[in-house]
């Protein structure tokens, strides 16, 4: 496989991953509790549609569609977003574990992009590397932002009483058990 398939494939992966974000950022910015946070949700969206259309331009400049590929690492990374928003935590922690959620999408989106930028500059693109990098540029901000705004609330959230424990929904014993699963498996080969 030539490189420029590898380059299109992966881009095709991030295009897909942004389309992704753009639906999820309103739910991330609606079910946030503290306004910073939410705040933050909302100007990424902004920032998320700059960057489609920063990859509409790169699939331009390479003669190529950017459609055709679903981004299933994005759809899982996502998926543990809704389920930060569904958990009974109060107050700060609540927000927490969305953060958690945003930080993992966000660096999920900088590993893309510092990919597909190494294999740009393997194929001498430099107006795609451009393009690119104001993307990665935006994803590291918004890393370093949903960062600084976790902080005060983490110290907040160890201030807080543990909650009662109350009996797993059926999403959690599945959870639980396909973590045992995943251990079980793993432990033969450590």
Same mark, same amino acid.
């Given at each position: %496989?030539?490189?420029? *398939? !590898?380059? +299109?494939?992966?881009?095709?992966? %991030? ?16 079910? $946030?509790?503290?306004? $910073? ?10 920032? *998320?549609?700059?960057?489609?259309? @920063?990859? @509409? ?16 690492? %994005?759809?899982? !990374? ?13 107050? $700060?922690?609540? #927000? ?8 993992? *999408? ?12 190494? %294999? ?9 590397? &451009?393009?690119?990098? $104001?993307?990665?540029?935006?994803? +590291? ?9 976790? !902080?005060?609330?983490?110290? @907040? ?17 599945? &959870?639980?058990?396909? &973590?045992?699963?995943?251990? *079980?498996?793993?432990?033969? #080969?450590?």
């Amino acid at each position: %496989m030539a490189l420029k *398939t !590898v380059l +299109l494939d992966e881009l095709r992966d %991030m295009y897909s991953a942004e389309n992704q974000l753009v639906k999820a950022l309103p739910k991330l910015a609606k079910g $946030a509790k503290d306004k $910073a946070l939410k705040a933050a949700f909302q100007s990424h969206l902004e920032e *998320t549609k700059g960057q489609v259309l @920063r990859l @509409r331009s790169v699939f331009a400049l390479l003669g190529e569609k950017p459609t055709g590929q679903h981004c299933n690492g %994005m759809e899982g !990374v996502i998926e543990e977003g809704a389920d930060a928003l569904e958990k009974d935590e109060e107050g $700060a922690s609540f #927000d927490v574990g969305i953060v958690g959620a945003a930080l993992r *999408t966000e660096h999920y989106e900088i590993a893309g992009y510092e990919a597909c930028i190494a %294999m740009a500059q393997g194929l001498g693109e430099r107006k795609i590397v &451009s393009l690119l990098t $104001a993307n990665l540029r935006e994803e +590291l901000a918004a890393a370093k932002k949903i960062t600084k705004i976790g !902080v005060p609330l983490i110290r @907040r959230s160890s201030t807080e009483p543990e909650p009662e424990p109350k009996p797993k929904t059926g999403k959690e014993k599945y &959870s639980a058990k396909k &973590s045992k699963e995943d251990e *079980t498996k793993a432990s033969r #080969d450590l």
